[in-house]
């Protein structure tokens, strides 16, 4: 019975979580980098960046990030959503401990993916908008990057210290 009170209160924490990175997205995706377009035209509340002409020339970096930035939104998005998904059936009354701990492994990674995801999309939304300055581009997706792989490092490291030895932590 303790064990499946534990995996409930780390299920709800993680949904939590989830939650954060699914809202996050969310308002990214609604909040689109460059604003809209603003004018009386016919264009009128649409996407700045996506208004960007495509000439294939190079000077259209801003279109290209910000069409990347849609793409590593959404995925981020679904992939929590999933997460989600998949930590509330983990919530549910589950008598095998091992199902509970496929479940918590499944969404782990989901979420893993979906901040992967966000940070790309965060990326290419900076990158969208920063396009003219390419030393402030390329200075701000060194340190994030850098910063993304360092959690990544770090994280199966934390999971062994933290986790409690009677719980079967799906990232050990």
């Given at each position: 019975m303790k064990k499946t009170m534990k995996s409930?209160?780390?299920?709800?924490?993680?949904?939590?979580?989830?939650?954060?990175?699914?809202?996050v997205t969310f308002t990214a995706g609604i909040t689109l980098p460059g604003g809209y377009v603003q004018s009386g035209s016919n264009n009128q509340g649409r996407a700045v960046l996506w208004m960007?002409?495509?000439?294939?020339?190079?000077?259209?970096?801003?279109r290209a990030n910000f069409e990347s930035f849609v793409i590593a939104d959404s995925i981020a998005m679904l992939l929590s959503m999933s997460a989600i998904v998949i930590y509330f059936i983990a919530s549910f009354p589950i008598k095998d401990m091992k199902t509970v701990g496929t479940y918590l492994l499944l969404?782990?990674?989901?979420?893993?993916?979906?901040m992967l995801a966000m940070v790309f999309a965060f990326l290419d939304g900076l990158l969208a908008v920063l396009?003219?300055?390419?030393?402030?581009?390329?200075i701000t997706m060194f340190t994030l990057l850098a910063s993304f792989l360092i959690f990544l490092t770090l994280t199966p490291v934390s999971m062994r210290i933290l986790s409690p030895k009677d719980m079967p932590c799906p990232l050990i």
């Amino acid at each position: 019975m303790k064990k499946t009170m534990k995996s409930h209160m780390i299920v709800a924490t993680l949904i939590a979580t989830v939650t954060l990175i699914a809202t996050v997205t969310f308002t990214a995706g609604i909040t689109l980098p460059g604003g809209y377009v603003q004018s009386g035209s016919n264009n009128q509340g649409r996407a700045v960046l996506w208004m960007l002409p495509k000439n294939g020339t190079g000077d259209d970096a801003g279109r290209a990030n910000f069409e990347s930035f849609v793409i590593a939104d959404s995925i981020a998005m679904l992939l929590s959503m999933s997460a989600i998904v998949i930590y509330f059936i983990a919530s549910f009354p589950i008598k095998d401990m091992k199902t509970v701990g496929t479940y918590l492994l499944l969404g782990n990674l989901l979420t893993l993916f979906a901040m992967l995801a966000m940070v790309f999309a965060f990326l290419d939304g900076l990158l969208a908008v920063l396009s003219p300055s390419s030393f402030l581009s390329w200075i701000t997706m060194f340190t994030l990057l850098a910063s993304f792989l360092i959690f990544l490092t770090l994280t199966p490291v934390s999971m062994r210290i933290l986790s409690p030895k009677d719980m079967p932590c799906p990232l050990i």
